[in-house]
């Protein structure tokens, strides 16, 4: 086998290879000896048929075996041999003219082919005395928790039915459908709804409309969907709520002990303490990881300049372009709305696609200098989180599609590795504990948005992080709820 290098510019390689036509005599050779013992032809004793006969039947079809044969591991051993790690696999090309394919199938001509590739470029990992991070702490004070806890008892508190009038903190049980324009929309109806006046669940207005009503009334609640709603179509649009009052209840003291964490399947009221604390640590300390590791990564970003292979940034580009427009088209938006063009976008999403690919090759390499590996039990957990987000009926179905998946399940890898070199290198790092109020840990980075101009990627900042998981928002009924996340301003 003949392998010369046609082309070294950058990070771009062609390779020609050639292999005689007598290798490929002496291998297709190989296989008809190996056959002639399994082989049953009629008129042939097993073992007795002729090789020349056998590659009269065989011999097109074991020369291609062949053929592929070459083509799969040449590219493997050459790369090898070379020293070098394709970006991608290697874009292999060969003659499409019939009549050499022929002559190489039938061992008359040497089989020649073509590899083209990107290398990853070589990335000497430095010492890392230069970084420092700080890492925000906020310490959750007991008055949080208690009002957590008491949050919760509320969806404990009891009712009892009332003759009057509604008031805010009373409770109404509620039929309604929804008309734009006079048209029922989807997701706009709903029976036995409960809702408690005051709580802010419902779009604003919408409960405040209820306030007088008696069990028995029917009112036409008149409200605007948010600009921000989570249905596209329903945003900024008013709409009209014939609804109908089936009950009106009035709230029970609100009992926070022992029996009422018993309500919520908790042995105790300290019990309850215990799971809110915990709750709300977990989410503050989820917030202050991605703090720090944005300013790890933007000192790594920093401190590595290098070419990055074209087509990786080519791939992850039209990922992330993909999710853009898809964000626009279900928000009924277009790059105007965004402040900005499509040029502008394209150029903006190219600079993020470049950090990201540098950034997964960064990581990469100081993972594999450290020895960072993401065991068995580690991708099965998470396979396991995972499968628990979908329905009871789709979970098998999901696990057998990740267990069956190589790619898929190399795409729950990819940030479990990730999340541990975070953490290597956080052990080599400096870092410094800063204490902070709530509000400056929940207050965006003034560099969150770097390298993002437009609103829609500045509310996608953390994509920046390189993370390659999916991220999708289950859908929410139309109306007339509030988005969850707009519900609680905890």
Known sequence: MQVTETLNSGLKREITVTVPKGDMEARLMQRLADARAKVRINGFRPGKVPVQHLRKVYGKSFMAEVVNEILSDSSRNILSDRGEKAAMQPEVSMTEDEKEAEKILSGQKDFEFKLAYEVIPVIEVRDFASISVTRPVYDVPEDEIEQQVARIAESARSYEAKDGAAESGDRVTIDYVGRIDNEAFEGGAGTDQPLVLGSKE?????????????????????????????????????????????????????????????????????????????????????????????????????????????????????????????????????????????????????????????????????????????????????????????????????????????????????????????????????????????????????????????????????????????????????????????????
Do not use: C
């Not at 993909?322 to 040029?343: H, I, P, S, W, Y």
């Open 202 to 490: 419902f779009i604003p207005g919408f409960e405040d409309q209820l306030i007088g009503a008696k069990a028995g009334d029917d009112r036409v609640v008149t409200v605007t969907f948010p600009e921000d709603y989570n249905a596209a179509h329903l945003a900024g649009r008013e709409a009209a709520f014939d609804v109908t009052v089936k009950l009106v209840e009035k709230p029970g003291a609100l009992e926070i002990n022992d029996e009422t964490a018993k309500t919520l399947g908790l042995e105790s009221l300290e019990k309850l303490r215990e799971i809110v604390k915990g709750q709300l640590e977990n989410q503050y300390g989820s917030m202050t990881r991605q703090k720090v590791k944005r300013q790890l990564l933007d000192q790594l970003d920093e401190a590595y300049k290098f070419e990055a292979p074209s087509k990786l940034i080519t791939a992850e580009f039209d990922n992330i372009w993909t999710q853009v427009n898809r964000d626009l088209e279900a928000a009924g938006k277009t790059f105007a709305d965004e402040d900005t063009t499509e040029d502008e976008a394209r150029a903006e999403y190219q600079r993020l696609a470049e950090r990201r690919v540098r950034l997964g090759l960064v990581l990469a390499e100081i993972g594999d200098k450290a020895g960072v590996q993401v065991s068995d039990d580690e991708l099965q957990r998470s396979l396991f989180e995972l499968v628990r987000r979908f329905p009871a009926r789709q979970q098998q179905e999901v696990f057998e599609y990740y267990r069956s998946n190589a790619n898929a399940l190399a795409s729950l890898r990819a940030p479990l590795f990730e999340e541990k070199v975070v953490d290597h290198l956080l052990g080599e790092v400096s870092v410094t504990d800063n204490k902070v109020t709530k509000d400056e840990l929940l207050a965006e980075d003034d560099d969150a948005d770097a390298g993002a101009t437009t609103k829609k990627a500045k509310k996608k900042a953390a994509a920046k992080e390189g993370s390659d998981e999916p991220k999708a928002e289950a859908k929410k009924k139309a109306a007339p709820k509030k988005k969850a996340a707009a519900k609680d301003d905890e």
